[in-house]
Protein backbone atom coordinates (compact mmCIF):
# COMPACT_ATOMS: atom_id res chain seq x y z
CA UNK A 1 0.00 0.00 0.00
CA UNK A 2 1.33 3.70 -1.19
CA UNK A 3 2.23 5.89 1.84
CA UNK A 4 1.53 8.73 -0.49
CA UNK A 5 -1.93 9.61 0.38
CA UNK A 6 -0.99 9.36 4.80
CA UNK A 7 -1.23 12.80 5.87
CA UNK A 8 2.31 14.40 6.02
CA UNK A 9 3.65 15.34 9.50
CA UNK A 10 3.80 19.00 10.62
CA UNK A 11 7.55 20.55 11.88
CA UNK A 12 6.14 20.56 14.85
CA UNK A 13 4.40 16.94 14.95
CA UNK A 14 8.16 15.66 13.74
CA UNK A 15 9.74 17.39 16.80
CA UNK A 16 7.52 15.53 19.20
CA UNK A 17 7.88 12.34 17.51
CA UNK A 18 11.63 12.76 17.58
CA UNK A 19 11.83 14.42 21.28
CA UNK A 20 9.71 11.13 22.78
CA UNK A 21 11.92 8.77 20.56
CA UNK A 22 15.05 10.26 22.76
CA UNK A 23 13.19 10.09 25.53
CA UNK A 24 12.51 6.67 25.26
CA UNK A 25 16.33 5.94 24.22
CA UNK A 26 17.46 7.99 27.41
CA UNK A 27 15.29 5.63 29.44
CA UNK A 28 16.26 2.77 28.29
CA UNK A 29 19.86 3.52 28.87
CA UNK A 30 19.15 4.73 32.13
CA UNK A 31 17.75 1.38 33.10
CA UNK A 32 20.21 -0.57 31.65
CA UNK A 33 23.42 1.85 33.40
CA UNK A 34 21.41 1.10 36.63
CA UNK A 35 20.88 -3.07 35.97
CA UNK A 36 24.93 -2.74 34.93
CA UNK A 37 25.61 -1.15 38.47
CA UNK A 38 23.83 -3.45 40.45
CA UNK A 39 25.55 -6.24 38.80
CA UNK A 40 28.52 -4.79 39.25
CA UNK A 41 28.14 -3.68 43.05
CA UNK A 42 27.08 -7.59 43.32
CA UNK A 43 30.42 -8.10 41.55
CA UNK A 44 32.41 -6.57 43.94
CA UNK A 45 30.69 -7.46 47.15
CA UNK A 46 31.40 -11.11 46.18
CA UNK A 47 34.97 -10.73 45.14
CA UNK A 48 35.47 -8.80 48.51
CA UNK A 49 34.00 -11.39 50.33
CA UNK A 50 36.35 -14.14 48.82
CA UNK A 51 39.23 -12.22 49.15
CA UNK A 52 38.30 -12.08 52.65
CA UNK A 53 37.87 -15.36 52.79
CA UNK A 54 40.71 -16.21 51.14
CA UNK A 55 42.97 -14.00 53.47
CA UNK A 56 41.48 -15.10 56.47
CA UNK A 57 41.83 -18.95 55.07
CA UNK A 58 45.52 -17.69 54.69
CA UNK A 59 46.00 -16.36 58.52
CA UNK A 60 44.45 -19.91 59.63
CA UNK A 61 46.76 -21.72 57.86
CA UNK A 62 49.93 -19.81 58.36
CA UNK A 63 48.82 -19.36 62.29
CA UNK A 64 49.08 -23.17 62.47
CA UNK A 65 52.06 -23.68 60.34
CA UNK A 66 53.74 -21.33 63.03
CA UNK A 67 52.08 -22.55 66.06
CA UNK A 68 54.71 -23.85 68.85
CA UNK A 69 56.39 -27.32 68.48
CA UNK A 70 56.49 -29.72 71.10
CA UNK A 71 60.29 -29.81 72.72
CA UNK A 72 59.44 -33.53 72.58
CA UNK A 73 59.10 -36.30 70.57
CA UNK A 74 59.84 -39.25 67.97
CA UNK A 75 62.41 -40.32 65.59
CA UNK A 76 61.11 -41.66 62.28
CA UNK A 77 62.76 -45.08 61.76
CA UNK A 78 65.53 -45.18 59.46
CA UNK A 79 66.89 -42.55 60.75
CA UNK A 80 69.23 -41.33 63.52
CA UNK A 81 68.90 -38.72 65.83
CA UNK A 82 70.73 -36.31 64.01
CA UNK A 83 68.53 -36.18 61.59
CA UNK A 84 69.94 -38.17 59.30
CA UNK A 85 68.75 -40.86 56.79
CA UNK A 86 72.00 -42.90 55.49
CA UNK A 87 72.02 -43.82 51.49
CA UNK A 88 73.84 -46.90 49.51
CA UNK A 89 74.07 -48.00 46.66
CA UNK A 90 71.04 -47.55 44.52
CA UNK A 91 70.03 -44.69 46.73
CA UNK A 92 68.68 -47.45 49.40
CA UNK A 93 68.30 -46.41 52.92
CA UNK A 94 70.05 -48.21 55.37
CA UNK A 95 66.77 -49.30 57.32
CA UNK A 96 66.49 -49.40 61.58
CA UNK A 97 63.85 -49.10 64.03
CA UNK A 98 63.22 -45.81 65.33
CA UNK A 99 65.87 -44.94 68.05
CA UNK A 100 63.60 -43.83 70.21
CA UNK A 101 62.71 -39.41 71.01
CA UNK A 102 64.39 -36.48 71.41
CA UNK A 103 64.13 -33.62 73.79
CA UNK A 104 65.38 -30.14 72.88
CA UNK A 105 65.23 -29.31 76.20
CA UNK A 106 68.69 -31.61 76.68
CA UNK A 107 70.69 -30.33 74.47
CA UNK A 108 73.37 -27.79 75.21
CA UNK A 109 73.49 -24.11 74.15
CA UNK A 110 74.30 -22.73 71.31
CA UNK A 111 77.95 -21.88 71.17
CA UNK A 112 79.40 -18.35 70.08
CA UNK A 113 79.91 -18.79 65.94
CA UNK A 114 83.95 -19.42 65.29
CA UNK A 115 85.35 -16.97 63.10
CA UNK A 116 86.32 -19.71 60.81
CA UNK A 117 83.16 -20.60 60.38
CA UNK A 118 84.02 -24.65 61.28
CA UNK A 119 81.55 -26.86 63.47
CA UNK A 120 82.85 -28.25 66.21
CA UNK A 121 82.40 -31.22 68.49
CA UNK A 122 81.67 -33.50 65.62
CA UNK A 123 81.95 -36.43 67.61
CA UNK A 124 78.94 -35.63 69.25
CA UNK A 125 76.68 -35.11 66.45
CA UNK A 126 77.72 -38.43 64.64
CA UNK A 127 80.55 -37.39 62.19
CA UNK A 128 83.87 -38.96 62.30
CA UNK A 129 86.24 -40.89 60.01
CA UNK A 130 84.48 -44.29 59.64
CA UNK A 131 87.62 -46.05 59.55
CA UNK A 132 89.68 -48.63 57.40
CA UNK A 133 87.60 -50.70 55.23
CA UNK A 134 84.30 -49.02 55.64
CA UNK A 135 82.46 -46.48 53.16
CA UNK A 136 83.29 -42.78 53.48
CA UNK A 137 80.89 -41.19 54.77
CA UNK A 138 79.64 -38.29 53.91
CA UNK A 139 77.21 -36.23 55.45
CA UNK A 140 74.95 -32.99 54.05
CA UNK A 141 73.34 -30.49 56.41
CA UNK A 142 70.56 -28.98 54.03
CA UNK A 143 67.30 -26.94 53.89
CA UNK A 144 64.47 -27.54 51.02
CA UNK A 145 64.22 -24.00 50.69
CA UNK A 146 67.72 -23.18 50.28
CA UNK A 147 68.94 -22.48 46.24
CA UNK A 148 72.55 -23.38 47.17
CA UNK A 149 70.98 -26.98 48.41
CA UNK A 150 69.51 -27.06 45.22
CA UNK A 151 72.47 -26.43 43.28
CA UNK A 152 74.61 -28.51 45.23
CA UNK A 153 72.57 -31.66 43.97
CA UNK A 154 71.84 -30.53 41.19
CA UNK A 155 75.81 -30.50 39.78
CA UNK A 156 77.33 -33.09 42.27
CA UNK A 157 74.59 -35.96 43.04
CA UNK A 158 75.47 -37.96 39.90
CA UNK A 159 79.02 -37.97 41.94
CA UNK A 160 77.71 -39.07 44.88
CA UNK A 161 75.75 -41.61 43.44
CA UNK A 162 78.57 -42.70 41.62
CA UNK A 163 80.33 -43.38 44.99
CA UNK A 164 77.28 -44.94 46.72
CA UNK A 165 77.22 -47.48 43.94
CA UNK A 166 80.44 -48.50 44.22
CA UNK A 167 80.53 -49.21 47.98
CA UNK A 168 83.33 -46.37 48.24
CA UNK A 169 80.82 -43.82 50.14
CA UNK A 170 77.61 -43.87 52.19
CA UNK A 171 75.65 -40.37 51.81
CA UNK A 172 73.77 -38.77 55.04
CA UNK A 173 70.98 -36.30 54.28
CA UNK A 174 70.05 -34.19 57.34
CA UNK A 175 67.28 -31.90 56.24
CA UNK A 176 67.34 -29.15 58.48
CA UNK A 177 64.35 -25.70 59.33
CA UNK A 178 67.29 -23.41 59.50
CA UNK A 179 66.11 -21.37 56.79
CA UNK A 180 62.42 -20.85 58.50
CA UNK A 181 63.24 -17.28 58.60
CA UNK A 182 62.90 -17.32 54.61
CA UNK A 183 59.54 -18.59 54.36
CA UNK A 184 56.26 -17.04 56.29
CA UNK A 185 55.01 -20.59 57.19
CA UNK A 186 57.96 -22.64 58.76
CA UNK A 187 58.37 -24.07 55.36
CA UNK A 188 61.85 -25.78 56.03
CA UNK A 189 60.60 -27.14 59.19
CA UNK A 190 57.25 -28.64 57.10
CA UNK A 191 59.49 -29.64 54.59
CA UNK A 192 61.98 -31.13 56.25
CA UNK A 193 59.45 -33.15 58.82
CA UNK A 194 57.28 -34.31 55.74
CA UNK A 195 61.00 -35.94 54.39
CA UNK A 196 60.68 -37.69 58.12
CA UNK A 197 57.70 -38.80 57.21
CA UNK A 198 58.12 -40.39 54.01
CA UNK A 199 61.59 -42.44 55.57
CA UNK A 200 59.96 -43.54 57.79
CA UNK A 201 56.70 -45.30 55.96
CA UNK A 202 58.51 -45.67 52.68
CA UNK A 203 62.38 -45.36 52.98
CA UNK A 204 62.78 -46.60 49.09
CA UNK A 205 61.23 -43.17 48.19
CA UNK A 206 62.90 -41.12 50.70
CA UNK A 207 65.42 -40.10 47.78
CA UNK A 208 63.05 -39.91 44.63
CA UNK A 209 60.89 -37.25 47.44
CA UNK A 210 63.97 -35.30 47.80
CA UNK A 211 64.67 -34.47 44.53
CA UNK A 212 61.08 -33.96 43.67
CA UNK A 213 61.07 -31.02 46.98
CA UNK A 214 64.84 -29.38 45.01
CA UNK A 215 62.59 -29.77 41.31
CA UNK A 216 59.99 -28.04 42.76
CA UNK A 217 61.75 -25.62 45.26
CA UNK A 218 59.92 -22.49 45.72
CA UNK A 219 60.92 -18.81 45.66
CA UNK A 220 62.17 -17.48 48.94
CA UNK A 221 60.48 -14.89 51.39
CA UNK A 222 57.01 -16.69 50.34
CA UNK A 223 54.87 -19.40 52.01
CA UNK A 224 56.22 -21.83 50.40
CA UNK A 225 54.16 -25.80 49.17
CA UNK A 226 51.44 -25.90 51.83
CA UNK A 227 51.05 -29.00 54.10
CA UNK A 228 48.28 -30.25 50.89
CA UNK A 229 51.38 -30.15 48.19
CA UNK A 230 54.03 -31.65 50.39
CA UNK A 231 51.68 -34.69 51.00
CA UNK A 232 50.75 -34.63 46.59
CA UNK A 233 54.67 -34.61 46.11
CA UNK A 234 55.22 -37.78 48.20
CA UNK A 235 52.18 -39.73 46.76
CA UNK A 236 53.73 -38.56 43.32
CA UNK A 237 56.93 -39.62 44.03
CA UNK A 238 55.68 -43.26 45.50
CA UNK A 239 55.85 -42.69 48.95
CA UNK A 240 52.91 -44.82 51.00
CA UNK A 241 50.28 -41.46 52.71
CA UNK A 242 51.65 -39.21 54.85
CA UNK A 243 48.63 -37.48 55.04
CA UNK A 244 48.51 -38.28 58.86
CA UNK A 245 51.63 -37.94 59.71
CA UNK A 246 51.76 -34.09 57.93
CA UNK A 247 48.73 -33.53 59.53
CA UNK A 248 49.93 -34.01 63.13
CA UNK A 249 53.08 -32.91 62.79
CA UNK A 250 54.66 -36.29 63.93
CA UNK A 251 57.97 -35.86 63.33
CA UNK A 252 57.94 -31.08 63.56
CA UNK A 253 59.41 -31.91 67.10
CA UNK A 254 62.22 -34.29 65.73
CA UNK A 255 63.43 -31.68 62.68
CA UNK A 256 63.33 -28.92 65.97
CA UNK A 257 65.46 -30.93 67.77
CA UNK A 258 68.12 -31.70 64.93
CA UNK A 259 68.15 -28.21 63.75
CA UNK A 260 69.39 -26.99 67.08
CA UNK A 261 71.84 -29.46 67.17
CA UNK A 262 73.27 -28.33 64.58
CA UNK A 263 73.44 -25.18 65.52
CA UNK A 264 74.61 -26.25 69.46
CA UNK A 265 77.57 -27.54 67.06
CA UNK A 266 78.16 -24.07 64.95
CA UNK A 267 76.49 -25.26 61.69
CA UNK A 268 74.23 -22.63 61.07
CA UNK A 269 74.02 -22.58 57.16
CA UNK A 270 73.25 -24.74 54.29
CA UNK A 271 74.37 -26.80 52.52
CA UNK A 272 77.26 -27.72 54.84
CA UNK A 273 79.20 -30.85 53.89
CA UNK A 274 81.32 -33.57 55.97
CA UNK A 275 83.67 -36.09 54.00
CA UNK A 276 85.06 -38.53 56.83
CA UNK A 277 85.06 -36.24 59.81
CA UNK A 278 86.32 -33.13 57.73
CA UNK A 279 84.68 -30.39 56.89
CA UNK A 280 84.16 -28.55 53.25
CA UNK A 281 84.39 -24.65 53.02
CA UNK A 282 85.22 -23.27 50.10
CA UNK A 283 86.77 -24.30 46.66
CA UNK A 284 84.97 -27.26 44.70
CA UNK A 285 83.19 -30.24 46.31
CA UNK A 286 84.57 -32.63 43.61
CA UNK A 287 88.14 -31.32 44.46
CA UNK A 288 87.90 -31.96 47.86
CA UNK A 289 86.05 -34.94 48.00
CA UNK A 290 87.92 -36.85 45.83
CA UNK A 291 91.57 -36.87 47.71
CA UNK A 292 89.83 -38.43 50.94
CA UNK A 293 87.87 -40.52 48.36
CA UNK A 294 90.59 -42.00 46.68
CA UNK A 295 93.06 -42.10 50.17
CA UNK A 296 90.70 -44.42 51.99
CA UNK A 297 92.10 -48.18 52.56
Given amino acids: MSTSNQPRLSKAERTAQAREQARRIREAQAKK ?7 IRGGVLVAAV ?4 IVALFIVQANRNNEPIADKGPVPANA ?3 G ?10 A ?3 SPGEVDKTALPATPTASASGAA ?6 GIANSGDGKPVQIVAYIDFICPHCKDFESQFSPLLKQWQDSGKATVEYRPTGLLDFASTTN ?5 AAAAACVVNASPDKYKPFMDALFAQQPAENGPGLTNDQLKKVATDAGSADISSCVDSKTYRPFVAYTTASAQAHGINGTPTVFV ?4 WTSGAFDAFAQPIIDAKK
Avoid: F, M, W
Fill in 80 to 82: NVY
Fill in 187 to 191: YSSRA
Fill in 33 to 39: EKRNGRL
Fill in 95 to 97: QAA
Fill in 84 to 93: GSILAANDVV
Fill in 276 to 279: DGQQ
Fill in 120 to 125: TDLGAI
Fill in 50 to 53: VIVA
